[in-house]
T-cell receptor
Framework: DVKVTQSSRYLVKRTGEKVFLECVQDMDHENMFWYRQDPGLGLRLIYF???????EKGDIPEGYSVSREKKERFSLILESASTNQTSMYLC????????????FGDGTRLSIL | AQSVTQLGSHVSVSEGALVLLRCNYSSSVPPYLFWYVQYPNQGLQLLLK??????LVKGINGFEAEFKKSETSFHLTKPSAHMSDAAEYFCAVTQETGANNLFFGTGTRLTVIP
């Protein structure tokens, strides 16, 4: 069974801090994604990666960056956290076959004070 | 561009009643469609998927969905609601340009009344 693990379930940080959210998958999936989830807005794609060291902007990349140094790990970075980045963050991974669903981690609820 | 519309951000049903959660999509090419469920404080779990095979798709926990091309719909149903079905449900469609990106609807929160 595919396992997508996000390093923290809950995180509290202060405005201006640099924040790292980590995601690891154990199924050798090529593609990995970071979403944020907000009430009434559903899931919005921040960044995705289709290979090591490759990244593509999603719909709302502003204020974020990502890193994929190893195939199994995809990190989301908030360069200078702001209160409007308080949200639930979800990581997902998928193999190249578009017939297959994305597999999600349990999410990180991030609060920026 | 592809998009998904979920009608009704909140739906309430009585235990044992029919569950109907609506999803309409827009796509210029045959889509792949998914329903995900999210229980409190958890990530998203796949309920079912449509990938151009049978138009009536059966998923986990007694849910099913029917792909209707003429109506561009992929509504989720369950004949008899159970208390454990209370959750948030998301419909999603694949992006045309590949990379397995999904476009998600805004979600429907299902409440089951005892």
């Amino acid at each position: 069974d595919v396992k997508v693990t996000q390093s923290s379930r809950y995180l509290v940080k202060r405005t201006g801090e640099k924040v790292f959210l980590e995601c690891v998958q154990d199924m050798d999936h090529e593609n990995m994604f970071w979403y944020r989830q907000d009430p009434g807005l559903g899931l919005r794609l921040i960044y995705f990666s289709y290979d090591v060291k490759m990244k593509e902007k999603g719909d709302i990349p502003e204020g974020y960056s990502v890193s994929r140094e190893k195939k199994e790990r995809f990190s989301l970075i908030l360069e200078s956290a702001s209160t409007n980045q308080t949200s639930m963050y979800l990581c997902a991974s998928i193999t190249l076959d578009t017939n297959q669903p994305q597999h999600f981690g349990d999410g990180t609820r991030l609060s920026i004070l | 561009a592809q998009s998904v519309t979920q009608l009704g951000s909140h739906v309430s049903v009585s235990e044992g009643a029919l569950v109907l959660l609506r999803c309409n999509y827009s796509s210029s090419v045959p889509p792949y469609l998914f329903w995900y469920v999210q229980y409190p404080n958890q990530g998203l779990q796949l309920l079912l998927k449509y990938t151009s095979a049978a138009t009536l798709v059966k998923g986990i926990n007694g849910f099913e969905a029917e792909f209707k091309k003429s109506e561009t719909s992929f509504h989720l149903t369950k004949p008899s609601a159970h208390m454990s079905d209370a959750a948030e449900y998301f419909c999603a469609v694949t992006q045309e340009t590949g990379a397995n990106n999904l476009f998600f609807g805004t979600g429907t929160r299902l409440t089951v009344i005892p």
